[in-house]
């Protein structure tokens, strides 16, 4: 029954939630152009991806009400089928509460008298999901946010509640809140690993990008980030145990190794190195 366990690299499910103007739309763009060449986008926003036409090359297929979950889930196998790296899709939102969506549905029902209200409704959304976590390329869902950040509903460890069936985050590998304040974001879940240690003393990090697309598409392929340079300048820098020889060895990697790093590992080891300096200064005192 049982047998060695192998290490399992999904295609990469990735949440953005954030309320409107956030840059959504335009984030998921810049991180499918580090995932893949051939993106596809369903889009169910009147003025959505199409305003970036200019600045991302993707398929553009939309989805006007009412927002039927069948209509998304066809959108997506159809996705899937003609082989594209990744799939954007663009409100996941409106499924639900957009008009035609869930809830009109389920309101629907329950003004025609029905006993069980939400039993196709709830079978459509079901298969919904199934698509998109069956889905063989790599999927990016935006999610409205309607509220100011300082007000958004927190659930379980942190995680902003969007717009959507009340456990919808757990579908996902990596979810990040999109701030409308400097265009940052801050990962609230991340299974990958990719992001971390790439944020800023309040937890916020610059807007998703074409380079952090990159960094995720290595690690579904099963490729180290930095290629192992990250690990043997950890190992290297945390072997340090007084201030002055840890800023030796950082301005060492500074003028030799860390040039030829990518600009998110240097910026991780930044991070590294200061919280390791924070670590050795009460032992310096």
């Not at 366990?5 to 956030?22: D, H, I, K, N, W």
């Not at 079978?123 to 999901?129: G, S, W």
């Not at 717009?163 to 265009?183: N, S």
Request: aromatic content about 6%; proline content about 7%; charged content about 25%.
């Amino acid at each position: 029954m049982f047998s060695p366990a192998s290490q399992l690299r999904p295609f990469l499910r990735l949440a953005l939630c954030g309320p409107s103007g956030s840059g959504k739309t335009r984030g998921a763009l810049a991180l499918a152009s580090g995932m893949g060449k051939r993106i596809a986008v369903l889009d169910t926003e009147p003025l959505g991806a199409a305003l970036y036409a200019a600045d991302f090359g993707f398929d553009l297929a939309r989805i006007t009400p009412p927002y039927a979950p069948e209509c998304l889930a066809r959108g997506v196998r159809e996705a899937g089928e003609r082989g594209y790296d990744v799939l954007v899709v663009d409100c996941l939102s409106r499924p639900w509460n957009g008009p035609g969506g869930v809830l009109d549905m389920v309101a629907e029902n329950r003004s025609l008298g029905m006993r069980q209200p939400w039993a196709a409704p709830g079978e459509a959304h079901e298969d919904m999901l199934l698509a998109l976590r069956e889905a063989p390329c790599h999927v990016i869902s935006t999610l409205r946010v309607n509220a100011p950040h300082g007000s958004w509903r927190d659930g379980a460890e942190g995680i902003p509640c969007p717009e959507q069936r009340r456990d919808i985050l757990h579908e996902f590998l990596t979810v990040a809140r999109m701030l409308p304040e400097g265009r940052s974001m801050q990962v609230s879940k991340d299974v990958t690993g990719v992001f971390m240690g790439l944020s800023d003393e309040h937890g916020r990090m610059p807007s998703p990008c074409a380079e952090h697309g990159h960094r995720l598409l290595r690690w579904h392929q099963g490729v180290t980030v930095g290629g192992g340079i990250m690990g043997r300048a950890l190992k290297n820098l945390g072997a340090s145990r007084d201030p002055e020889e840890l800023a030796r060895r950082w301005a060492w990697w500074e003028a030799r190794g860390n040039k030829q790093s990518p600009s998110l590992l240097r910026d991780s080891l930044r991070h590294a190195v200061a919280d390791r300096l924070l670590e050795l200064a009460p032992r310096a005192r």
